[in-house]
T-cell receptor
Framework: AQTVTQSQPEMSVQEAETVTLSCTYDTSESDYYLFWYKQPPSRQMILVIR??????QNATENRFSVNFQKAAKSFSLKISDSQLGDAAMYFCAYRKTQGGSEKLVFGKGMKLTVNP | DTGVSQDPRHKITKRGQNVTFRCDPISEHNRLYWYRQTLGQGPEFLTY????????KSRLLSDRFSAERPKGSFSTLEIQRTEQGDSAMYLC???????????FGPGTRLLVL
């Protein structure tokens, strides 16, 4: 079974600085999707960024970028120029691309605090 | 495009009562997913529909839980004889295609007293 591990339950960062959130996963599949979702307090979960495992290039969305290390099964999220609105729970998630389950498998999440 | 909507947003019930939640996916999305999120945890998959067909159910979905999507549009999740352990946030997500991102609703927070 696939598993996703977020080993840091909480992190804090100063506004305008850079922070990296770590995620590791376990799978025997060669192709899959990885996601970072953000869940602000009392608000719905929204997609931050997604990576397809067959793509060598790391995904980037504005201030958000990933470091995808397929051999190490590592998928970290870097937030540059942190803003107060980035404060939220961040969840790393995995999903197969083909065959079988379409479910997302989530990590336990990490609470990010942004200090002014 | 309106997003995924869920109703109610909050529900307080007494142990032993039945509750039903509704999810309206993004229009034209044929895939609909239910997840459960307890405090301090990531969401856990419950079940998934493609159109009106329920194609996958988690072992978390005990026989007290039933989900339907009768016309391939909105879905309902019913919990019978609620227990305190059912207290959680129930999240719904939808997508157009397997390859696409799942978009989440705001969730229904259930508290069983």
């Amino acid at each position: 079974a696939q598993t996703v591990t977020q080993s840091q339950p909480e992190m804090s960062v100063q506004e305008a600085e850079t922070v990296t959130l770590s995620c590791t996963y376990d799978t025997s599949e060669s192709d899959y999707y990885l996601f970072w979702y953000k869940q602000p307090p009392s608000r719905q979960m929204i997609l931050v960024i997604r990576q397809e495992a067959y793509k060598q290039q790391n995904a980037t969305e504005n201030r958000f970028s990933v470091n995808f290390q397929k051999a190490a099964k590592s998928f970290s999220l870097k937030i540059s120029d942190s803003q107060l609105g980035d404060a939220a729970m961040y969840f790393c998630a995995y999903r197969k691309t083909q065959g079988g389950s379409e479910k997302l498998v989530f990590g336990k999440g990490m609470k990010l605090t942004v200090n002014p | 495009d309106t997003g995924v909507s869920q109703d109610p947003r909050h529900k307080i019930t007494k142990r032993g009562q039945n509750v039903t939640f509704r999810c309206d996916p993004i229009s034209e999305h044929n895939r609909l997913y239910w997840y459960r999120q307890t405090l301090g945890q990531g969401p856990e998959f419950l079940t998934y529909f493609q159109n009106e067909a329920q194609l996958e159910k988690s072992r978390l979905l005990s026989d007290r839980f039933s989900a339907e999507r009768p016309k391939g549009s909105f879905s309902t999740l019913e919990i019978q004889r609620t227990e305190q352990g059912d207290s959680a946030m129930y999240l719904c997500a939808s997508t157009l295609d397997r390859a696409e991102t799942q978009y989440f609703g705001p969730g229904t927070r259930l508290l069983v007293l």
